[in-house]
């Protein structure tokens, strides 16, 4: 069964780059047709996604955060990883990892619990 | 604001029937893009609940369903029961800026 696996530090200090990496189990981050992405979740607001990258090693991200964000893979490692730079409290948020899968069209259907990413002046 | 529209909250006492709708535009609901639903269960990562439009993954009741006509979309459940209290997010992709869109959800509580 497909398990995703968000880690890294809860605590980014205001300005610097937050670090974050997903782990997949119980599948291949080498799948034909899917697409790996990260969403995050502010503090009793909702969903917003960041960024996914495809199998091709196209990446596309929210436009509104471009300019921040830069996700990479490992497929050795079978993970993925999400750096968002010069962070601001508006970065606080609950950061989930999440497949999409394909079937003519895609959809996410394997989330990681989150990681609780705060940032602090 | 999302670009996807939904109501901030719904409310149905037990065994009653509720729909949340997801309002988009021409760039992605009316777009030919499909729709997909999560359930979020307070302190939980969002769980699929519908895809495609009107497609209910392994294990999802079907008192839960689904519809898109033109640039809206709607999810129905019938006969409420008090596990069904939970925020509810529509999901699509808008063709105009190359991304995924998700409504800004919809709390849905049962009486």
């Known amino acids: 069964q497909l398990q995703l696996q968000e880690s890294g530090p809860g605590l980014v200090k205001s300005s610097e780059t937050l670090s974050l990496t997903c782990t997949v189990s119980?599948?291949?981050?080498?799948?034909?047709?899917?697409?790996w992405g990260w969403i995050r979740q502010p503090p009793g607001k909702g969903l917003e996604w960041i960024g996914s990258f495809y199998h091709s090693g196209s990446t596309y991200y929210n436009p509104s955060l471009k300019s921040q964000v830069t996700i990479s893979v490992d497929t050795s490692r079978n993970q993925f990883s999400l750096e968002l730079s010069s962070v601001t409290a508006a970065d606080t948020a609950v950061y989930y990892c999440?497949?999409?899968?394909?079937?003519?069209?895609?959809?996410?259907?394997?989330w990681g619990k989150g990681t609780t990413v705060t940032v602090s002046s | 604001q999302s670009v996807l529209t939904q109501p901030p909250s719904v409310s149905g006492a037990p065994g009653q029937r509720v729909t949340i709708s997801c309002t988009g535009s021409?760039?992605?609901?009316?777009?030919?893009?499909?729709v997909h639903w999560y359930q979020q269960l307070p302190g939980t990562a969002p769980k699929l609940l519908m895809y495609g439009n009107n497609n209910r993954p392994s294990g999802v009741p079907d008192r839960f369903s689904g519809s898109k006509s033109d640039t809206s979309a709607s999810l129905a459940i019938t006969g409420l029961r008090a596990e069904d209290e939970a925020d509810y997010y529509c999901?699509?992709?808008?063709?105009?800026?190359?991304?995924?869109?998700f409504g800004g959800g919809t709390k849905l509580t049962v009486l």
């Open positions: 999901q699509s992709y808008d063709g105009r800026s190359a991304s995924w869109l």
């Open positions: 119980g599948g291949s981050l080498s799948s034909s047709s899917d697409c």
């Open positions: 021409s760039s992605n609901i009316g777009g030919g893009y499909d």
């Open positions: 999440a497949r999409h899968e394909y079937i003519g069209y895609y959809y996410m259907d394997v």
